[in-house]
């Protein structure tokens, strides 16, 4: 059971964030031409227009509560002025409005990737792998958030999750603090990371292609050729 945990929580973790920059390295020097997502609104465009709107409204602010969930231990946030409670409201009816936002965006996006047969024909395999992990992750972020915390609301990830996971980074991590963590934290966690490993080789490699040249590029004028 301790080579388990301990595979787990630190020997997985570092593998998948050691795939995650080396494969991005690799891809950028090799596969420039392919650093994109291959569009399909010229397919379908309802669909991907509402999907994609919800899963960006939805993930940027849950981004945001992972960030301040994990990353700033319980004791700034109380010297900050948010006690336990205040947190707890924000993270379970505020995480969870942008949480639906962002489960619904994800479930319209994956029914048309593996529904619609012209979609499913343009999608790779990493495609259709891609969208079904971001579907579980976001489903079992959820499922976290709204059952495991009403069921086991004793529970308190600040004090188990979030300390491992603060460890990663400063190489020390303990794995047995994940191991009264429920399942649902667990499988989030595990997904969470495997979705690291996969981004260097699919589609989402796009997230980093922001075309911000174009806020400062000079305008192109256009005139009309006037024939004799």
Request: glycine residues 6%.
């Amino acid at each position: 059971m301790a080579m388990l945990e301990q595979f787990l929580w630190v020997i997985y973790p570092y593998v998948c964030l050691v795939v995650f920059i080396v494969g991005h390295i690799f891809r950028y020097r090799t596969d420039q031409f392919n650093w994109t997502a291959k569009s399909s609104e010229f397919i379908e465009k309802k669909q991907l227009m509402a999907g994609s709107l919800l899963f960006h409204l939805g993930i940027i602010p849950v981004i945001m509560g992972h960030v301040a969930g994990l990353g700033i231990p319980k004791s700034w946030m109380r010297a900050l002025g948010v006690d336990d409670h205040l947190y707890h409201i924000g993270a379970v009816y505020v995480g969870g409005f942008f949480g639906i936002i962002t489960l619904l965006g994800m479930l319209i996006l994956t029914w048309r990737r593996f529904t619609l047969r012209n979609v499913r024909r343009l999608s790779s395999a990493s495609d259709l792998a891609v969208n079904a992990l971001l579907l579980l992750i976001v489903f079992m972020g959820m499922y976290a958030t709204l059952v495991t915390n009403a069921v086991q609301p004793e529970f308190d990830y600040r004090e188990t999750i979030s300390i491992w996971f603060r460890g990663l980074f400063v190489f020390s991590p303990d794995a047995s603090l994940m191991r009264e963590v429920p399942l649902s934290f667990k499988l989030h966690a595990l997904a969470g990371f495997t979705i690291f490993a996969f981004w260097p080789f699919t589609r989402l490699v796009h997230v980093w292609s922001v075309p911000l040249n174009y806020i400062s590029r000079s305008y192109i004028l256009y005139r009309r050729h006037r024939s004799n």
